[in-house]
């Protein structure tokens, strides 16, 4: 519902939420209307809303999980892509062949995969996920700058997975601790 409340120098204008989003596009049609009005927005965030923000940190834990558990497992220990190999080659950064330094990060990749893709500790999995995600892009733009200029660069991908891990932290919440306290229902008031 609208209220109208005057003040000397300003009108306010006291929005619900069933129009806030008719305010906004009204203010983007009349910009010149914007000084004159002080709005202030009576806005709970409904149950909807909470549930949403946790369908989307566990959609974006489950497709991080995947991508880790997919790269990880198939393209380092099943079957390990020359590309791949010969990056780990070039770096200097393997012991004691490529080869077997190239298999043991798609272990540790494929079991954060299988840690996300459970649930256990989402925020901890998604900050173990991030810096991982740091050290790897920065290490093969370090090794090969050319990585840049590929057309399906691998940056652009890891800054969608950044973007996952990101959702993830804002809305984990661990699977055996209940809710966590970046996410908690607004109180009813009577």
């Known amino acids: 519902m609208w209220g109208i409340l005057e003040s000397p120098s300003r009108t306010t ?4 939420q069933e129009n806030a989003l008719f305010l906004v596009l009204l203010m ?17 965030q409904p149950v909807w809303f909470m549930a949403s923000s946790r369908s989307v940190a566990r959609a974006a834990r489950l497709a ?25 080659a070039d770096s200097g950064l393997w012991w004691p062949t490529p080869a077997a330094t190239l298999a043991v990060v798609g272990v540790l990749e494929a079991a954060l995969g299988v840690v996300l893709l459970v649930g256990i500790k989402p925020r901890l999995t998604a900050a173990v996920a991030g810096v991982a995600l740091v ?3 920065t290490t093969v733009v370090a090794t090969d700058p050319a990585v840049l200029l590929l057309p399906f660069s ?3 991908k890891n800054l969608a997975l950044l973007a996952c891990t990101l959702a993830v932290w804002h809305g ?19």
């Open 13 to 16: 204008l006291d929005v619900g």
């Open 154 to 156: 691998p940056i652009l």
């Open 64 to 88: 991080l999980g995947t991508i880790w558990l997919a790269e990880g497992l198939f393209l380092k220990v099943l079957w390990a892509h020359p590309d791949e190999l010969a990056l780990v």
């Open 28 to 44: 983007c049609n009349l910009p010149h209307a914007a000084p004159y009005f002080q709005f202030k927005l009576k806005v709970q």
């Open 172 to 190: 984990g919440t661990d699977v055996n601790a209940g809710s966590s306290s970046a996410f908690r229902p607004p109180a009813l008031s009577a």
């Open 135 to 137: 050290v790897i892009t």
